[in-house]
Protein backbone atom coordinates (compact mmCIF):
# COMPACT_ATOMS: atom_id res chain seq x y z
CA UNK A 1 0.00 0.00 0.00
CA UNK A 2 1.50 3.11 -0.88
CA UNK A 3 1.42 6.88 1.34
CA UNK A 4 -1.43 8.09 -0.52
CA UNK A 5 -3.78 5.17 -0.24
CA UNK A 6 -2.66 5.17 3.56
CA UNK A 7 -3.90 8.21 4.23
CA UNK A 8 -7.09 8.18 2.41
CA UNK A 9 -7.95 5.20 3.87
CA UNK A 10 -6.77 7.08 7.64
CA UNK A 11 -8.98 9.84 6.35
CA UNK A 12 -12.19 7.72 5.62
CA UNK A 13 -11.78 5.59 8.53
CA UNK A 14 -11.20 8.48 11.39
CA UNK A 15 -14.85 9.83 9.31
CA UNK A 16 -16.21 6.42 9.53
CA UNK A 17 -15.40 5.70 13.30
CA UNK A 18 -17.13 9.09 14.34
CA UNK A 19 -20.29 7.91 12.32
CA UNK A 20 -19.88 4.66 13.60
CA UNK A 21 -19.79 5.93 16.77
CA UNK A 22 -23.15 8.04 16.32
CA UNK A 23 -24.63 4.77 14.90
CA UNK A 24 -24.17 2.55 18.00
CA UNK A 25 -24.79 5.35 20.27
CA UNK A 26 -28.29 5.74 18.90
CA UNK A 27 -28.44 1.66 18.89
CA UNK A 28 -27.81 1.50 22.78
CA UNK A 29 -30.85 4.02 22.84
CA UNK A 30 -33.40 2.34 21.46
CA UNK A 31 -31.86 -1.61 23.03
CA UNK A 32 -34.60 -2.14 24.92
CA UNK A 33 -36.55 -3.02 21.56
CA UNK A 34 -33.82 -5.28 20.02
CA UNK A 35 -35.93 -5.25 16.45
CA UNK A 36 -36.13 -1.69 16.44
CA UNK A 37 -32.45 -0.88 17.22
CA UNK A 38 -31.44 -3.42 14.72
CA UNK A 39 -33.60 -1.38 12.30
CA UNK A 40 -32.70 1.67 12.98
CA UNK A 41 -28.77 0.48 13.22
CA UNK A 42 -29.81 -0.65 9.12
CA UNK A 43 -31.62 2.12 8.50
CA UNK A 44 -28.62 4.91 9.57
CA UNK A 45 -25.68 2.30 8.24
CA UNK A 46 -27.48 2.66 4.88
CA UNK A 47 -27.85 6.39 5.11
CA UNK A 48 -23.78 6.50 5.78
CA UNK A 49 -23.23 4.19 2.75
CA UNK A 50 -24.83 6.85 0.50
CA UNK A 51 -23.85 10.12 2.25
CA UNK A 52 -20.42 7.96 1.41
CA UNK A 53 -21.41 7.33 -2.55
CA UNK A 54 -22.56 11.03 -2.65
CA UNK A 55 -19.11 12.43 -1.40
CA UNK A 56 -17.21 9.77 -3.63
CA UNK A 57 -19.28 10.82 -6.87
CA UNK A 58 -18.28 14.90 -5.68
CA UNK A 59 -14.56 13.83 -5.05
CA UNK A 60 -13.51 14.48 -9.39
CA UNK A 61 -14.72 18.23 -8.81
CA UNK A 62 -13.43 18.99 -5.83
CA UNK A 63 -10.29 20.57 -4.76
CA UNK A 64 -8.61 18.95 -2.69
CA UNK A 65 -5.64 21.28 -1.23
CA UNK A 66 -7.63 21.71 1.64
CA UNK A 67 -9.02 18.72 2.53
CA UNK A 68 -7.15 16.45 5.87
CA UNK A 69 -5.37 13.75 3.19
CA UNK A 70 -3.53 17.06 1.83
CA UNK A 71 -2.51 18.50 4.86
CA UNK A 72 -1.30 14.88 5.64
CA UNK A 73 0.19 14.27 2.71
CA UNK A 74 2.46 17.54 2.76
CA UNK A 75 3.08 16.95 6.69
CA UNK A 76 4.67 12.92 5.80
CA UNK A 77 5.97 13.73 2.05
CA UNK A 78 10.05 13.70 2.41
CA UNK A 79 10.09 17.36 -0.02
CA UNK A 80 8.00 19.93 -0.74
CA UNK A 81 6.00 19.88 -3.70
CA UNK A 82 5.96 22.53 -6.27
CA UNK A 83 4.12 22.97 -9.85
CA UNK A 84 3.21 20.10 -11.89
CA UNK A 85 3.86 17.64 -8.80
CA UNK A 86 1.58 19.07 -6.98
CA UNK A 87 -0.98 18.78 -9.93
CA UNK A 88 -0.50 15.46 -10.40
CA UNK A 89 -0.36 14.64 -7.09
CA UNK A 90 -3.90 16.20 -6.58
CA UNK A 91 -5.13 13.93 -9.27
CA UNK A 92 -4.01 10.87 -7.81
CA UNK A 93 -5.38 11.77 -4.59
CA UNK A 94 -9.17 12.18 -6.40
CA UNK A 95 -8.90 8.81 -8.16
CA UNK A 96 -7.41 7.33 -5.08
CA UNK A 97 -10.01 8.95 -2.74
CA UNK A 98 -13.32 8.40 -4.76
CA UNK A 99 -12.01 4.37 -5.59
CA UNK A 100 -11.18 4.18 -1.42
CA UNK A 101 -14.74 5.65 -0.52
CA UNK A 102 -16.58 3.52 -2.93
CA UNK A 103 -14.93 0.64 -1.17
CA UNK A 104 -15.54 1.39 1.56
CA UNK A 105 -18.93 2.44 0.96
CA UNK A 106 -20.03 -1.21 -0.45
CA UNK A 107 -18.75 -2.46 3.22
CA UNK A 108 -20.87 0.09 5.30
CA UNK A 109 -23.46 -1.00 2.72
CA UNK A 110 -23.17 -4.87 3.53
CA UNK A 111 -23.33 -3.93 7.14
CA UNK A 112 -26.81 -2.50 6.49
CA UNK A 113 -27.84 -5.34 4.86
CA UNK A 114 -26.28 -7.74 7.57
CA UNK A 115 -28.67 -5.79 10.31
CA UNK A 116 -31.50 -5.93 8.32
CA UNK A 117 -31.14 -9.72 7.89
CA UNK A 118 -30.29 -9.57 11.91
CA UNK A 119 -33.81 -7.95 12.35
CA UNK A 120 -35.67 -10.04 10.39
CA UNK A 121 -34.01 -12.62 12.12
CA UNK A 122 -35.03 -11.06 15.55
CA UNK A 123 -38.67 -10.90 14.68
CA UNK A 124 -39.08 -14.08 13.41
CA UNK A 125 -40.08 -15.75 17.30
CA UNK A 126 -42.71 -13.20 16.90
CA UNK A 127 -44.04 -14.53 14.29
CA UNK A 128 -44.52 -18.20 14.78
Same mark, same amino acid.
Given at each position: ?? *??????????????? +???? &?? !????? !??? +????????????????????????????? =????????? $????????? =??????????? @? @?????? *?? %? %???? =???????? !?? !?? $????? &??? *?? @? *??
Amino acid at each position: MD *LVEAVTDRCIRRGLA +FAGL &AV !ATVML !ALS +FDLPLALRTGADLSAVVAVVILLVAWRTP =HRDLRDSEA $WVMLNELAP =HPLRGSAKADL @Q @QRLRET *LR %R %RLIW =HAERVGIL !AV !AL $WGLTL &ASL *LP @Q *LL
